[in-house]
C-alpha cells in the first residue's frame, strides 16, 4: 500500500509556473509507476504524466508535452510536475497515483490516490 499526499497548488496567471509535489510512503516504492492527473469540474478524471522512480519510463499526454515536466527525487521519495506555460485550461484538481503497471495512463491502473491539490490558472 501506498499513501501519496500533494501540495504546491495554487493560482497563477496565464503563462506562468508552478509545480505540484506529491511525496510517497509505504513499502517497495521503487515498484510503483506514479502519475499525475487533472480533473475539472464536470469532466473526467484525465492523465497528464506518468514516472517509474527510475526514470526509465515516462510519458506525457499530448495536451502537455513541452509545457510540463515530470521528475522525481528518489531520495525524499517525492515525485514533481512542472508546469510552465499554463493555460486557463489547465485549472483543474491535480492528483497524483500509483500503479504496479508501469507506462500505463488509466485510472482503473491505479490504486492509489492523494487527496488532490488545485490548480487555478486565471486569464
Not at 505540484?20 to 513499502?27: D, F
Not at 515530470?70 to 492528483?95: C, G, H
Request: some cysteine; aromatic content about 10%.
Amino acid at each position: 500500500q501506498v499513501q501519496l499526499v500533494e501540495s504546491g497548488g495554487g493560482l497563477v496567471q496565464a503563462g506562468g509556473s508552478l509545480r505540484v509535489s506529491c511525496a510517497a510512503s509505504g513499502r517497495a516504492l521503487s515498484t510503483y509507476f506514479i502519475g499525475w492527473f487533472c480533473q475539472a469540474p464536470g469532466k473526467e478524471r484525465e492523465f497528464v504524466a506518468g514516472t517509474s522512480w527510475s526514470g526509465r519510463t515516462t510519458n506525457y499526454a499530448d495536451s502537455v508535452k513541452g509545457r510540463f515536466t515530470i521528475s522525481r527525487d528518489n531520495a525524499k521519495n517525492t515525485v514533481y510536475l512542472q508546469m510552465n506555460s499554463l493555460k486557463p485550461e489547465d485549472t483543474a484538481v491535480y492528483y497524483c497515483a500509483a500503479a504496479l503497471v508501469h507506462g500505463t495512463r488509466l485510472p482503473g491502473d491505479f490504486g492509489s490516490w492523494g487527496q488532490g491539490t488545485q490548480v487555478t490558472v486565471s486569464s
